[in-house]
């Protein structure tokens, strides 16, 4: 089993910066790769970002290509959004994801094993 937190959202003028955080626990950390969607109201869960289990490949969705990074800390068990020139379309519940086993990068949510609930993220015009 994992448990996933997530933090450091919050509210932001457009063109501001946040930074969220997804802090791991339960199993070893560097064993699964990581993503980011997300979640405007009344829309589906979206793709935003993934990370693959050594670090080195890095995937986005083309909308946030340039102003989103996705990062992680295998000694600290946390992978990290860094998202400047935020936008108000930006706006949406950010959920980390966790994959055991399947295809790197894949926007499909069935492939994601295990979900933090989430940090509301607002960016105002």
């Known amino acids: 089993q994992v448990q996933l937190v997530e933090s450091g959202g919050g509210l932001v003028q457009a063109g501001g910066s946040l930074r969220l955080s997804c802090a791991a626990s339960?199993?070893?950390?560097?064993?699964?790769?990581m993503a980011w969607f997300r979640q405007a109201p009344g829309k589906e869960r979206d793709f935003v970002a993934a990370i693959s289990r050594s670090r080195s490949t890095t995937y986005y969705t083309d909308s946030v290509k340039g102003r989103f990074t996705i990062s992680r800390d295998n000694a600290k068990d946390t992978v990290f959004l860094q998202m400047n020139s935020l936008k108000p379309e930006d706006t949406a519940v950010y959920y980390c994801a966790a994959q055991i086993g399947g295809p790197f990068g894949t926007t499909n949510l069935r492939h994601y094993n295990y979900w933090g609930q989430g940090t509301q993220v607002t960016v105002s015009s």
């Open positions: 339960g199993r070893t950390f560097s064993s699964y790769n």
